[in-house]
């Protein structure tokens, strides 16, 4: 009798559908211009650099108009410090990677001291033999003689104090600002002494000046002081100061000096016998660098509006921001034919024909929204909330004390509007204004004043505030929040968006977590750390953006996600929101951007579709 084998063959061709997309997606929004300062420095070759907190090096030829990028070489971007020789080689420091070196003019940059990781160097000069004298990582101070090649430390007489300051006089003593006082060295800073141990000792250095008659000038939080013996004593020079925090001075060749506190700014003709504070119509709050070219103007760098220039002796001043981009957005949010952004500089910009406007200034942005009205309303840190009714045209503040700091607006179809806090120095909750942002009151009952991060109606018309701890809801006509203990506790959470009974949430740790189910049960869709921000476009299109993991799409309700195309340059997104036409936009630390196609092209035509072969079974008949 034959026995017969049979295994059954089969192949089944299916489809894989890919996304393919262009490599052009993103396109940058130059600028921002202005923005913060970190430092400046003039070099003998006609050139000014400016060290940007996030965007890199930027120099400008003394009589140019134009900033260019010059950060070719640097493994970060965030400049601390820098110095220029007299033969014009640069140094600059940068935050956790090190001190570079440029003998072009800054074309390009060479590691020559490597830095600890979180470490930084605020302070670098020259001695009188020509070596570097810079901040030591940790304690006291470290000292190149060969031009950078090779580096010591040097200490003697700091023990474990930080130095946070550092100048030169004419007579070739070393002056260290550190957090006990003023130190000196007469040896080239192989050994240290404190200054006047009677009126510095303790004081905490913010900056340090001398001037070309060998007089030293200490900045402090609450004064300037100023020595006319060579350190052995200090005596405060106040005259004329209303406010106190000297966070930098700029000497010049002669009696005229400036300084720059966490308010205003100030100058004296008669080395600080008497200080005159700047009009208010000359924009220099919180001037944090100066420097002098070879022309004898002054350049001054701020933390708001950025970089001026003086060419009369600090009289007339002007705005000197063409190109130099400030690129630290916080929050984004399209409007009519404009994009408008808050920034990490106390500033609102508006985008309009290609080209960004100072909208609103001195406000550090915590949250935007617009409402059905079309109107705009702004969250800020110090000053409460503001609106502008005319589409940007002016701006006016909602005084009360309980609409600081809101981060999520909610409009509803009248003049209610409910905007939720997170966790901050001026409280959390919820806060809301029945009169359009006249009279603001705590709408927290219930919600135990804990820190909001989303809020949305339901499809019940009920409210959902997601906090650290879940869901809490308002019913209509209610004014007590009921918990409900549905989502998974202990997530750090940043987002929220609802559509019919669709929850989608940001996390901090697990990515985005999905419910279909009106907050029920939950699934995670996307495992991904540090979700900032989710939007939703008008095709039902979802959107996570990650600070640093990437942006990602769902097409079908936040089942499945794919990863967008990376941002042309290394960049911290912040925020991100769906245009009327359908574009992306993304706030990050190195400014906005915004996608070049159209997010609902590309659903069914701009697929490739790959066969791919499975083999299922076989059958092999064995006689």
């Known amino acids: 009798m034959q026995k017969f084998f049979m295994i059954f063959i089969a192949i089944i061709f299916t489809l894989s559908i890919s996304r393919s997309y262009s490599a052009d997606y993103w396109q940058r929004l130059d600028g921002p211009n202005g923005g913060n300062v970190n430092c400046l420095v003039s070099s003998p070759t006609q050139y000014v650099f400016a060290g940007s907190p996030a965007d890199g090096i930027y120099r400008k030829f003394n009589s140019s108009n134009t900033w260019e990028s010059c950060s070719l070489g640097l493994d970060g971007l965030n400049i601390s410090a820098m110095l220029a020789s007299s033969d014009g080689i640069l140094y600059a420091s940068v935050y956790g990677t090190g001190i570079y070196k440029s003998t072009n003019n800054g074309d390009n940059w060479i590691k020559c001291f490597i830095l600890p990781q979180n470490n930084l160097i605020k302070a670098m000069a020259f001695n ?30 700091f023990g474990n104090n930080q ?22 060295s007469v040896d080239n800073g192989d050994t240290w002494q404190m200054c006047d141990t009677v009126n510095m000792k303790s004081k905490v250095i913010r900056s340090l000046a001398v001037t070309s008659n060998g007089w030293i000038y200490a900045g402090t939080a609450s004064q300037i002081s100023r020595s006319q013996d060579s350190g052995k004593s200090f005596q405060a020079i106040m005259n004329g100061i209303y406010d106190t925090s000297i966070n930098t001075i700029l000497t010049t060749n002669d009696s005229l000096m400036f300084i720059g506190t966490s308010i205003n700014t100030y100058s004296t003709s008669n080395y600080g016998d008497k200080w005159n504070m700047f009009p208010y119509n000359i924009n220099l709050y919180n001037v944090i660098s100066w420097t002098l070219d070879s022309s004898g103007n002054i350049y001054s760098g701020n933390t708001y509006q950025g970089l001026f220039l003086s060419k009369d002796k600090g009289i007339n001043w002007e705005l000197i921001n063409n190109g130099y981009s400030h690129p630290g957005l916080l929050k984004i949010i399209p409007y009519v034919v404009d994009i408008i952004a808050g920034s990490n500089s106390r500033i609102l910009y508006q985008f309009t024909n290609n080209a960004w406007n100072l909208a609103m200034f001195g406000q550090q942005v915590t949250g935007l929204g617009i409402s059905p009205q079309g109107d705009i309303f702004i969250g800020t840190m110090k000053n409460g909330t503001i609106r502008s009714l005319d589409k940007g045209k002016t701006f006016e503040p909602c005084p009360s004390s309980d609409n600081y700091d809101i981060s999520t607006f909610l409009f509803d179809s009248n003049k209610t509007i409910y905007g939720c806090k997170g966790a901050n120095e001026n409280g959390a909750g919820i806060t809301v204004t029945k009169d359009y942002g006249v009279l603001w009151v705590k709408a927290d009952s219930g919600l135990g004043h804990q820190p909001v991060y989303g809020i949305a109606y339901d499809k019940n018309k009920r409210i959902a505030a997601l906090t650290d701890t879940g869901f809490f809801y308002l019913a209509n006509g209610s004014d007590k929040w009921i918990y409900e203990n549905t989502f998974p506790r202990h997530q750090r959470v940043s987002s929220l968006i609802i559509f019919g009974s669709t929850y989608v949430v940001g996390t901090d740790t697990m990515g985005v977590m999905v419910s279909d189910d009106n907050g029920v049960t939950w699934n995670n869709p996307l495992h991904v750390s540090r979700v900032v921000a989710i939007a939703r476009n008008i095709y039902g299109q979802i959107f ?15 089942k499945t996600f794919v990863i967008l195309p990376d941002l042309p340059i290394q960049s911290t997104v912040t925020d991100i929101r769906c245009t009327d036409k359908n574009y992306l936009l993304v706030a990050s630390d190195r400014g906005a951007f915004k996608s070049t196609i159209k997010t609902d092209i590309g659903k069914t035509d701009n697929q490739n579709v790959i066969p791919k072969i499975r083999f299922i079974a076989m059958i092999i008949i064995l006689k």
């Open 128 to 157: 009188k033999k020509g070596d570097i004298i810079a901040k030591a990582p940790g304690a006291g101070i470290i000292r190149s003689t060969d031009a950078g090649k090779s580096w010591d430390t040097i200490n003697t007489g």
């Open 544 to 558: 996570a953006a990650t600070a640093t993991k990437g942006i990602y799409q769902s097409d079908d309700n936040a």
């Open 163 to 184: 130095v946070s300051a550092l100048a030169a006089c004419p007579d070739g003593i070393l002056y260290a600002g550190t957090n006990i006082g003023v130190f000196s």
